[in-house]
């Protein structure tokens, strides 16, 4: 029987059959020594439903893991997040009216992001692994220091005319930002 995912089975001692969806999206179906393949392909369509819906938001939405990052999934990681700080910074820097410099994606693990005085922009790939309200978060708030080059309630109110939930953003950093460590240790970029 064909199934609409890719998947891999994984033969224990166990009595019942399961799936398990990792962070990445990948399905392993968890099945007792001996199943026959038929029961197998009879719980995987009665699951399909469930299956493509949890793959799908597993492969939107990346969590990390605590498997180490191979070269090439690292290098897939930030050309992704090139790519999605790029046109986050060009969309918000063009409805807060400022300008930027330079991009740069980097890793460094005290800081999310920076912005210079010249306006060029740095930020931390692991981000992509954040929801998406938090990444958004980091570029209003670099943006925010084209107007204002500090922390102050003139500065945050700033943040707050564009994003008015960003405290709920900074909370996430704070409560899950170390959780964005979780794969491939701190090379730098
Ligand atoms: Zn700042």
Redesign the pocket.
């Known amino acids: 029987m064909k199934h609409p995912f890719t998947y891999e089975i994984i033969y224990s001692s166990r009595k019942t059959l399961a799936i398990q969806i990792t962070a990445e999206g990948n399905v392993k179906v968890r099945a007792p020594q001996n199943c026959p393949k038929s029961s197998i392909d009879r719980f995987l369509k009665e699951k399909e439903a469930w299956v493509l819906k949890y793959v799908d938001k597993a492969k939107q939405h990346p969590q990390p893991s605590s498997q180490p990052l191979t070269a090439g999934e690292r290098n897939h990681y930030i050309k992704i997040a090139r790519d999605i700080f790029a046109q986050k910074t060009s969309y918000y820097a063009s409805i807060m009216h400022v300008s930027y410099g330079r991009i740069s994606i980097r890793e460094q693990k005290t800081r999310w ?3 210079s005085s010249k306006g060029n922009l740095n930020y931390n790939w692991r981000l992509i692994f954040a929801p998406e309200e938090v990444v958004d978060y980091i570029v209003v ?2 943006l ?2 084209r107007k204002e080059m ?2 102050s309630p003139a ?1 945050y109110a700033i943040v707050e005319a564009i994003l008015p939930n960003y405290k709920a953003c900074q909370k996430w950093l704070r409560e899950n930002g170390g959780a964005l460590w979780n794969r491939g240790g701190s090379k730098g970029v």
């Open positions: 992001g920076s912005c708030h670099e925010a220091h500090n922390h500065f």
